[in-house]
């Protein structure tokens, strides 16, 4: 069901964050370096940005360049085909953890509790909403209904509209944190994931909270998931240092990705993403990204 196909490495510290991109995918990792890797060559693989002594924990890109987070609060807004506009903003306190982009906006959340909307053209903030009292882990966005999810480090996830940025509904899902968020593809439902290793299915359809279903997901953290394009299955990544594959109707398990049997991570599994709806990668502690050939 899921076959190891390639691996790619260079890196030289942990691996935080992967974004497609037209011909492949984007890395950012805790060693200051975004990578651009291409698709289709498992060898190339080229460095378009660096932060001297920085560590970046998110990434997103956008229509004019990359926007990365890093562990020291900072938003860095990087273009790699003209670095003299390249602009370093600090910005959130104790870490940037998650961003992501809507149009022609993208959104941060820091360590500091603030979830920031920012105008991309300008590369300046437009609103900052102080909206737990520990640090916003997790960002998700659901194009459907045109809504934000936030997982918290107080252990909620939080439901909001992204125009107004006002809150619909709150919820506990993962003590102490929540670390996974994403929807499914026709915005009807939500999945977190947390330090508890818990995974859980939400109905957000009336634009409320109602847990569905929560299953013992991993041994430790669950660090990120990603719905498959289909809606139909989720991946899930974990500290344990496995990956997993479940239906995502009824959270069946499907598919372990363990260490020595499948030649999976020997670290911390930090982030996924798919890259079509054949092809899953993985990444983590081990500086590796892994790709995955998925037969369902």
Same mark, same amino acid.
């Given at each position: ?171 506990? =899902? $993962?003590?102490?944190? !929540?670390?996974? *968020? &994403?929807?499914? /593809?026709? @915005?009807?439902? %939500?999945?977190?994931?947390? +330090? #508890? ?19 013992? =997901? $991993?041994?430790?953290? !669950?660090?990120? *998931? &990603?719905?498959? /394009?289909? @809606?139909?299955? %989720?991946?899930?990544?974990? +500290? #344990? ?24 991570? !020997? ?30």
């Amino acid at each position: 069901m899921l076959y190891r196909q390639s691996q790619r490495s260079g890196h030289r510290a942990a691996i935080y964050d992967l974004e497609p991109a037209a011909d492949g995918f984007y890395s950012a990792a805790a060693d200051g370096f975004l990578v651009h890797w291409h698709r289709d060559d498992v060898d190339f693989g080229r460095v378009v940005a660096t932060v001297e002594n920085g560590k970046f924990l998110s990434l997103t890109s956008t229509a004019e360049g990359l926007v990365a987070g890093a562990l020291d609060g900072g938003v860095h807004w990087l273009y790699p085909n003209d670095p003299e506009r390249n602009r370093h903003v600090a910005h959130h306190g104790r870490g940037t953890f998650s961003l992501l982009t809507v149009g022609d906006k993208v959104y941060s959340g820091g360590g500091d509790g603030v979830l920031t909307r920012w105008n991309v053209p300008q590369a300046r903030t437009e609103e900052s909403l102080p909206l737990a009292p520990h640090s916003l882990r997790r960002l998700a966005y659901d194009p459907v209904n045109d809504r934000l999810a936030v997982g918290a480090s107080d252990g909620k996830v939080y439901l909001l509209t992204r125009s107004a940025l006002s809150l619909l509904d709150t919820a506990p =899902a $993962h003590a102490p944190s !929540v670390f996974a *968020l &994403a929807f499914s /593809p026709d @915005g009807k439902t %939500l999945y977190s994931g947390g +330090r #508890d290793a818990g995974l859980c299915r939400w109905d957000v359809s009336e634009g409320t909270l109602e847990m569905k279903e929560k299953v013992t =997901a $991993h041994l430790m953290t !669950v660090n990120d *998931l &990603a719905v498959h /394009p289909s @809606g139909a299955y %989720l991946a899930t990544a974990s +500290r #344990d240092r496995t990956v997993k594959l479940w239906r995502a109707d009824n959270l069946k398990l499907l598919k372990v990705i363990e260490v020595v049997r499948d030649r999976g991570h !020997v670290n911390s599994v930090n982030t996924l993403l798919w890259l079509d709806d054949k092809t899953l990668l993985t990444a983590g502690d081990d500086r590796r990204v892994l790709e995955w050939k998925v037969e369902v």
